[in-house]
T-cell receptor, first 110, second 109 residues
Framework: NAGVTQTPKFQVLKTGQSMTLQCAQDMNHNSMYWYRQDPGMGLRLIYY???????DKGEVPNGYNVSRLNKREFSLRLESAAPSQTSVYFCASSEVDEQYFGPGTRLTVT | RKEVEQDPGPFNVPEGATVAFNCTYS??????FFWYRQDCRKEPKLLMSVYSSGNEDGRFTAQLNRASQYISLLIRDSKLSDSATYLCAVNIGNTPLVFGKGTRLSVIA
């Protein structure tokens, strides 16, 4: 099992560009999550999907959109990237409570 | 008061030492508790769940104190490889886990 996979691993964007971060899990988990992690700020929840077909806002949803494409895949889209979105983005999945994380995407917006 | 709080550290301890971290939570309805380990520039990885009766896994022991609303992680016989940031996570009902900002541990030779 690969667990949770994320693509790309690294990305550099210019302000105003758009991109989609991809996440997939092969553990047949119902719930999936997107976090960002910044120095001194800890993990902050952007959006989550408790089950296929549902999505909910987390703590910091502004500037992001998500799509739960199917049970395996949950994507995060930045429509117009801003320097404040420079961060490390983690996707996670869970069946009950404990979450399992992907390796992360390091995004820099210049 | 923040939902989940941890001392950021760093805790600098010699090899072989015993070290303990606490994590306080504000919501008395919290139901599930976890410790994660995060290495530099890596993803958080589940270290252990924390049960009401406590949980032990080798050199690691986790405890829950509901009366004082905190969980603890004890590491015995610290190894250099234990150097990492330790995150606690707390769940309330059907909402996603809330993570602390982490405690940094550095084990020194």
């Amino acid at each position: 099992n690969a667990g949770v996979t994320q693509t790309p691993k690294f990305q550099v964007l210019k302000t105003g560009q758009s991109m989609t971060l991809q996440c997939a899990q092969d553990m047949n988990h119902n719930s999936m999550y997107w976090y960002r992690q910044d120095p001194g700020m800890g993990l902050r929840l952007i959006y989550y999907s408790a089950s296929e077909g549902t999505t909910d806002k987390g703590e910091v949803p502004n500037g992001y959109n998500v799509s739960r494409l199917n049970k395996r895949e949950f994507s995060l889209r930045l429509e117009s990237a801003a320097p404040s979105q420079t961060s490390v983005y983690f996707c996670a999945s869970s069946e009950v409570d404990e979450q399992y994380f992907g390796p992360g995407t390091r995004l820099t917006v210049t | 008061r923040k939902e989940v709080e941890q001392d950021p550290g760093p805790f600098n301890v010699p090899e072989g030492a015993t070290v303990a971290f606490n994590c306080t939570y504000s919501n008395s309805a919290s139901q599930s508790f976890f410790w994660y380990r995060q290495d530099c520039r890596k993803e958080p990885k589940l270290l252990m769940s924390v049960y009401s009766s406590g949980n032990e896994d080798g050199r690691f022991t986790a405890q829950l104190n509901r009366a004082s609303q905190y969980i603890s992680l004890l590491i015995r016989d610290s190894k250099l490889s234990d150097s990492a940031t330790y995150l606690c996570a707390v769940n309330i009902g059907n909402t996603p886990l809330v993570f602390g900002k982490g405690t940094r541990l550095s084990v020194i030779a």
